[in-house]
């Protein structure tokens, strides 16, 4: 036994039964009066959800003072620590995905954590490991996207960032990998709902990424509110013991999601008491209790009762008492720093940064970037000013959900700002709203319309809103709002060529607009500069790197379109849509042009190399992409994985040697034992610069025994 863990005994053989389960308990500070507040602090609760500054400080100094075990602060920092209205807004998670770049993620994270801490924080709830494969879902916008391999990685650079090496160290903070696990997978994209699948495809598809979270250290799991195949994954053994604790070797704590107490007696009705619920999540696995205090009188009362054994409260509390030991919160239960590091101006640099990098050009006839000066740039939509669809969801302006009452708090960056920092005096820019995002007419369209036929350019700013974000946000229909599209054809019809930009939590059904313009970008929900970052690109101040994270269907009926699709569709594609997606996952333009060479892979080492040359006339970025196929194997399997991918900076002219080295477990696949095992048998590596086949160059190799891991 370690030593971290005898100490967690000693003191847990200190605590009383009242002390053993109030230790179980995460409070919400919301909705408390400061009183009641002090008193969970006295009585000794695990943790406070949402509390800032001053106030923790308060509560901590409580526990302290009645010898009680030092309290753990979480929040919901899941791009950055964006409920404090001082704090960094990175972009969301979906728009990091977009830049590929696992370093510059990780020093995300790490800004979020210093920021975190220095309002006497502790512990984030991030990353988000979820995967975004129905863009229905009303949070895909949380995720970094619909692909397990860099889901894993994105999510383990965050982990990281948020504990370093030792997360006891000044600046760090505790992660949770959230939320497990098959949330995105609801039946119908409905949020909280349930999913009907197999263990098996659990561990194939959507564990992957929580294992990579796991071998990073991360401190702790959150629950999902929803359930696989009937059984709520809170209260649900073989995922929470079987699988997490003994297959993944997990050694933190399990918190549930909100009131998961209170869904399991209302909405799920698994349980018809407080205390059969309070059982039922104490048994199966779930250490921490978030924002339901009644949990802790109801296990006190089932253990008096002989319902509940104590043993199963000890050992939660042990979880418990190991991650906070590791912390250092009995040495430091108050993470002493500076509030001046709060939105300091090298992170908001480094959110400026990720902004460029994230930003995604999907169609560009030519048009772009924007270079003869004197151009009349007309700008129109509301999103050219939508500082709060930036920042996406889980900042202050959404939460309480949605805050209509937060105003801006600078520095930010809006895309209309960005086009006049930008084109400073250079161009003309001009503005026009045109409609508002959620009503279906506005008169503001024929003032647009005449703009645009003045104008050299139309700039169109388009996308979803906050009121369309998050739980409880779900979408049968995710397209524009009618006015939306009245908007574009009225400006289409002037003839006018136009530039259309995408600020939005995910992918849209946008069919119309990308046949109607003569370029279309992204950046999802770019962060405070993206408006600035996206301005650059249109100008050509930088040139875009940006690689999709996720695909866009032509209809939402058209899904599931992520890439890793199974193969055995009679059909092959629906009747009415075109085959493959409107855009793919890893597909992105540059303003100059990449060419793979030579690309070769040893059997006996199992090493890719290839060459990549920058045959365009301007320095970029390209992502290097590596999927591979099992060509026969036990079970289905996708018709592409990715593998492995690096980012690297050529020059005009400039040509690397890529390597990539495997391991037959990155070949491997879960069989109908639930194992895992790379079968032996031909297998087909492709690499490029997205997930479509004409941009993949293939080669094939054998794996000559089969190896069980």
């Known amino acids: 036994m370690d030593e971290i863990k005898q100490r967690a005994r000693e003191i847990l053989s200190t605590m009383s039964l009242e002390e053993k389960a109030a230790q179980l308990l995460q409070v919400s500070y919301a909705g408390l009066t400061r009183v009641q507040a002090e008193e969970y602090a006295r009585i000794g609760v695990g943790s406070f959800l949402h509390v800032f500054g001053e106030d923790a400080r308060h509560l901590q100094e409580i526990a302290v003072s009645n010898k009680k075990v030092p309290l753990l602060f979480g929040i919901d920092a899941v791009h950055g ?87 006891s160290e000044k600046g760090k903070i505790l992660a949770c990998a959230k939320h497990y696990i098959g949330y995105g997978e609801a039946t119908g994209a409905r949020d909280s709902y349930d999913a009907e699948m197999t263990y098996r495809k659990v561990k194939s598809e959507l564990l992957p990424p929580f294992e990579r979270a796991v071998e990073e250290g991360c401190a702790t799991v959150m629950t999902s509110q929803g359930s696989i195949s009937g059984t709520p994954c809170t209260v649900d053994e073989k995922l929470l013991k079987d699988i997490l604790r003994g297959d993944v070797n997990f050694d933190g704590f399990v918190v549930t999601d909100w009131r998961i107490v209170g869904s399991l007696l209302f909405a799920q009705r698994v349980a018809s008491t407080f205390e059969e619920a309070s059982k039922l999540v104490a048994e199966s696995g779930s250490d921490m209790i978030m924002a339901w205090p009644e949990f802790a009188a109801a296990a006190v009362a089932l253990v008096k009762e002989g319902e509940l054994s104590e043993q199963v409260l000890d050992e939660a509390v042990e979880h418990i008492l190991v991650v906070k030991l590791k912390a250092g919160l009995f040495e430091n239960p108050y993470k002493e720093q500076s509030s001046d590091i709060i939105g300091c101006v090298e992170h908001q640099e480094l959110s400026k ?150 600020i939005a939590s995910k992918p849209l059904c946008i069919s119309e607009v990308d046949e109607g313009s003569a370029a279309l970008l992204t950046a999802f929900n770019p962060g405070a500069y993206g408006g600035v970052a996206l301005a650059e690109v249109i100008f050509g101040k930088i040139n875009p790197s940006g690689k999709l994270s996720i695909s866009f269907p032509y209809h939402v009926g058209q899904q599931p379109t992520y890439y890793n699709h199974l193969p055995g569709w009679h059909a092959d594609s629906y009747v009415d849509t075109p085959k493959e997606p409107l855009y793919v996952f890893g597909e992105g333009l540059s303003y100059t042009r990449f060419e793979y060479t030579d690309e070769f892979f040893d059997e006996d080492t199992l090493t890719l190399r290839v060459k990549v040359k920058n045959v365009g006339e301007r320095t970029g970025k390209e992502t290097v992409q590596v999927y591979f196929r099992d060509l026969v194997s036990s079970v289905i399997t996708p018709v592409k994985q990715l593998i492995a991918f690096e980012k690297i900076q050529l020059e005009a002219g400039e040509e690397k040697e890529v390597t990539f080295l495997f391991s037959a477990k990155d070949f491997s696949l879960i069989d109908r034992k639930e194992r895992r095992i790379a079968e032996k048998g031909e297998f087909e590596v492709m690499v490029g610069g997205s997930s479509k086949d004409e941009d993949l160059r293939k080669v094939r190799f054998t794996i000559k025994e089969d190896v069980v891991f």
């Open 81 to 167: 620590h964006c409920l404090n209205r001082k704090g960094t807004v990175f972009p969301s998670q979906l728009s990091m995905a977009c830049t590929f770049d696992i370093a510059l993620v990780e020093e995300a994270a790490s800004a979020t954590a210093k920021e975190v801490s220095a309002d006497g924080l502790h512990w984030a709830f991030s990353p988000v490991l979820c995967l975004g494969r129905d863009i229905r879902w009303g949070r895909v916008g949380e995720t970094f996207g619909e692909d397990k391999y860099l889901a894993g990685e994105l999510g383990a650079a965050m982990v990281r960032g948020y504990q370093g090496k030792d997360c």
């Open 353 to 502: 940064k990720l902004s460029r990098e994230c930003v995604t050009l999907l169609k560009n006839d030519g048009i772009l970037p924007l270079s003869k000066k004197g151009m009349k740039i007309a700008v129109v939509g509301a999103q050219a000013e939508a500082v709060r669809d930036m920042y996406g969801d889980w900042t202050y302006f959404s939460h309480p959900r949605p805050n209509i009452d937060a105003m801006p708090e600078r520095p930010y960056c809006t895309l209309l700002e960005g086009l006049r920092e930008v084109a400073g005096e250079d161009f003309e820019v001009v503005y026009e709203k045109g409609c508002n995002m959620r009503s279906e007419f506005d008169g503001g369209v024929e003032k647009a319309v005449l703009l645009a036929k003045h104008s050299d350019v139309v700039v169109f700013a388009f996308g979803d809103t906050i009121y369309e974000v998050g739980e409880h946000k779900d979408r049968a229909k995710a397209e524009l709002t009618l006015s939306q599209k009245k908007l574009f054809e009225a400006l289409t019809e002037t003839g006018t060529p136009i530039v259309s930009v995408m």
